[in-house]
């Protein structure tokens, strides 16, 4: 993949898609996808990626401007260089932002030049990986087709001397653009479902955009004070960058996106498959087993990085809100276990007062001759007292068993 740009005054788009492959994958599952995808260019993982990611397991070329990532837990993601956009007026950020959500729209509806690769590409991995129970997410008819959503990185060159610093010098308008970049929404193009630009629909200039105070101002994550990385929920902006900030970014992206929607998709599989029953040991595997992957990708596997660079990778962290999904989740599985906890608690209970019951009517029977022996002497053979009384006796040790 070609991460340069000859061009000035453009912005290049870099698509990430993350999907759901079904489970968690073991080495034969990954032995499967190699050979599925033997065709296609398998290429060394980075050290950068293996430090923030202890669960990539494979990573290929599938064409000069795509790679795909494949995860241990279970997700695919998608890297894919986009056609340039160029630079033509000072209001480039508002057709930008047209552009990016008009793309974001083809991809998630199937329509981009690009989606019958990537649909073939989905359904020979889940394919080649025949299990008895997939998540719910790696399904066709989930969601947008099998997939949720479309993270975009954007890289601008331009010419101007004015982007060779970091934004608190940008002049106003360059401030503007920047934000708008930052947050699509100012100009209502942002993603949400909700407040679509149907509702929204306004007519916006190269000045006067509305409440623009009320958003973080742009910070320059970068090591290098001659380029920008700049973070919010809704994208990340790298200005006139180098090689090694767009694989770093590259990195720590798809690591993360990969991390979201694993979360994501086993708290819509534990909210949602009714027929999903688990027990609390089970549950706990999983309360674990995630408490384990996500403390894994918070840390970085290499004590001498750059503070900068850590920065930066938690700020993208930040922003993309994981930490509030993963306590969710963690929320939720903990509540699965007090109930689950508290039904096989219930059932046991049950369990143990027929048992009671059964093993008091064995005993019973096995004493019953002799009481009967001796109520008949002690009444002189009243055969009805006698049943009367042994009757009594019965029901009242069941009825103490029962309220136990």
Known sequence: MADTTESLNCIVPYRCIPF????????????KIRQTLASYQEIEISRVLRSVSHNISLCFE???????????????????????????????AIEYCQQRKHSHAALLHWEADISPMLRELIDSIRGCLKKHRMRPSAKPVWENGGISYVMTVSSLYHSSEALNCGAEQFDELKQQSLQILLYPEIVHEGDSLVFVDDDWAR????????????????H????????????SWSAVICTNPQPY???????????????????????YELENSRDLSLSVSELKKRYYRIAKLYSEFERIEDANVPEPVERARNELIRTSKLGDVYAGLNAFLK????????????????YSVITDICLF????????????DWLMGAYNNVD??????ELAVAIACIAAIVKK
């Open 361 to 372: 009517v064995i005993a019973y029977i096995q004493i019953l001759p002799i009481v009967n």
């Open 384 to 389: 009805t007292i006698t049943g009367m009384v």
């Open 245 to 267: 900030l767009l694989k770093l970014v590259e990195c720590f992206e798809v690591s993360l996106q990969a991390m979201w929607l694993y979360l994501y998709s086993v708290t």
């Open 62 to 92: 599938i064409s000069e401007d795509v790679r795909l990532y494949i995860f241990a837990p279970g997700i695919g993601v998608f890297w894919i260089k986009d056609k340039e956009f160029p630079i033509t007026d000072d209001d480039y």
């Open 335 to 350: 509540e699965c276990i007090d109930e689950q906890e508290t039904i096989e608690s219930e059932k046991q209970r049950h």
């Open 203 to 218: 007519e916006f200039s190269s000045s006067g955009y509305p409440n623009l105070n009320s958003y973080e101002p742009p």
């Open 20 to 31: 759901d492959i079904g489970f968690d994958l073991g080495e034969k599952d990954i032995e």
């Open 220 to 231: 320059n994550w970068s090591l290098l004070p001659q380029e920008g990385l700049y973070i």
